[in-house]
């Protein structure tokens, strides 16, 4: 299999302590979850909650961009959209779409009406977690198709967290208790194998012509 050698001969570009931390972080990576948000304007949100899904393992990240299209603020973000799979939505009865296809559940997350608490959500089917704004929250449109509502037991007198905040909390419960369960979560071996070649090229230098002159020689 070409990729695989491929795959072995750009490893040789890359420190064993590199490779290694590949490795590691490639075997914590899930597609079991998934985040979506909804114009969230706020850069820093934005990047923020691409930050935590990398901190979690979630390796796919979705950001619906119905009014405005918005950069990823790199400086936010760390360097996190680097390995994390964006992808992007013009309207939200897309996103959906796209979701359901890949046989996610439509989880709202709100801090109102009638919800599950995060301690007792469901773990068992693959998700896909929308967030909306602090001030507006999700739209009526993802909350009407939603398959469930999920919010964060909250006793202060503040109604709502901020969402990279919501975000953190949410990403961090359900992936602990994921990675603690017998669910067949990780990436499959096709997918390790895709994803690693994705993060050799990004931090190879001159990885283009390195792949191109290895294609060249084992044609």
Known sequence: MQETSLIDHLETFLTPRRIALFDKVI???TNHFTVATQDVYQ???TSAVIRSCE???????????ERKPKRIDREIAMGAQ????VNRYSTSKECI???RAKGYQIVATTPYGESTALKDFDIEKPSAFF???EKDGLSDEIL???DCR???PMFGFTESLNISVSAAIILQSITSRLKSSEINWQLSEEDKIKLKYEWLKKCIKNSDSIIAQFKTENH
Request: net charge negative; hydrophobic share 50%; no cysteine.
């Open 97 to 99: 779409k796209e979701l």
């Open 144 to 146: 009407n198709e939603a």
């Open 150 to 152: 999920l919010n964060i």
């Open 27 to 29: 075997a914590a990576r």
């Open 131 to 133: 967030f909306g704004t």
């Open 43 to 45: 850069l820093h949100n």
């Open 82 to 85: 680097k390995w994390v799979d």
């Open 55 to 65: 901190i979690f393992g979630i390796q796919n990240v979705h950001v619906i961009e």
